[in-house]
């Protein structure tokens, strides 16, 4: 407590100080990663399946421009139970993106279809897969638009 103070003034300027220093840090520690690297705040999950077998299906919204090595980092670190599938899709930020269509579905096949059709959706920048190896592929859908995984 401080001297002249009421018990309930020194712990709200208190919990004001711990407010303050904790916004100091973030601003600090976010001004010392730079501009050139992407940090796991820079992408976030709209939409996620699982089906009883563990395969998986992401849609993700990224915060624009994002390089194709911070996607494929992302992708790399999606959740991914080996000897099954994780298939992500990847949306600039601002994009309409499939979520709910894909999070109630009852089958892969039904997320994967809600991807596919949901009325008025975005196109997917980047596509990835990592498959029961643990093998990641990643595409860029604006490059090569005819890939299997752009057209999935």
């Not at 973030?26 to 399946?49: I, Q």
């Not at 919204?61 to 670190?77: I, K, L, N």
């Not at 498959?131 to 005819?146: F, H, K, M, N």
């Amino acid at each position: 407590m401080f001297s002249g103070m009421s018990k309930k003034q020194s712990y709200t300027i208190g919990f004001l100080a711990v407010v303050a220093a904790t916004i100091a840090l973030g601003w600090l520690g976010k001004s010392m990663l730079g501009e050139e690297t992407a940090s796991a705040t820079d992408f976030w999950h709209v939409g996620y399946f699982r089906d009883e077998g563990m395969d998986r299906l992401f849609t993700v919204a990224y915060q624009a421009p994002a390089a194709e090595q911070d996607v494929r980092e992302y992708a790399g670190q999606l959740t991914h139970t080996p000897g099954h599938t994780t298939v992500a899709f990847f949306y600039a930020e601002g994009s309409r993106i499939p979520s709910a269509g894909i999070t109630n579905a009852q089958s892969l096949a039904e997320a994967k279809q809600a991807v596919r059709t949901m009325t008025g959706a975005s196109p997917w920048r980047f596509a990835s897969l990592k498959d029961e190896q643990g093998e990641l592929r990643l595409v860029d859908c604006e490059a090569t638009p005819g890939d299997v995984l752009c057209r999935y």
